[in-house]
């Protein structure tokens, strides 16, 4: 089992950047692939960006490449997403996924989610 917790959230004004952060449990941070979605209100869950267990191969949706950055840390057992450049539209609760198969994590279907954080970005 691995529990998810994300924090980072909050308001921020369009253009700004926000940090967040996704905290994991467990021994075996490693040998999990690692993702973010968000699901702004009234739509579905969409996926952001993934990364490898090693964190060498990183994906990114292409309408967010450029703008966002994920990373981790398997020391600390955390994976990261850096936003930058924040537009309204960005608006939306992110969710960080976690499953042994990369495959699953970018395909929307892992085995492990947190619980979401709230991004706000006003105009």
């Known amino acids: 089992q691995v529990q998810l917790v994300e924090s980072g959230g909050g308001l921020v004004q369009a253009g700004g950047s926000l940090r967040l952060s996704c905290a994991a449990s467990?021994?075996?941070?490693?040998?999990?692939?690692l993702a973010w979605f968000r699901q702004a209100p009234g739509k579905e869950r969409n996926f952001v960006a993934a990364?490898?267990?090693?964190?060498?191969?990183?994906y990114y949706t292409d309408s967010l490449k450029g703008r966002f950055t994920i990373s981790r840390d398997n020391a600390k057992n955390t994976v990261y997403l850096q936003m930058n450049s924040l537009k309204p539209e960005d608006t939306a609760v992110y969710y960080c996924a976690a499953d042994r198969i990369s495959a699953r994590v970018r395909g929307g279907d892992p085995n492990f989610w947190g619980q979401g954080t709230q991004v706000t970005v006003s105009s």
């Open positions: 467990g021994r075996t941070f490693s040998t999990y692939a």
């Open positions: 990364i490898t267990g090693s964190g060498e191969i990183t």
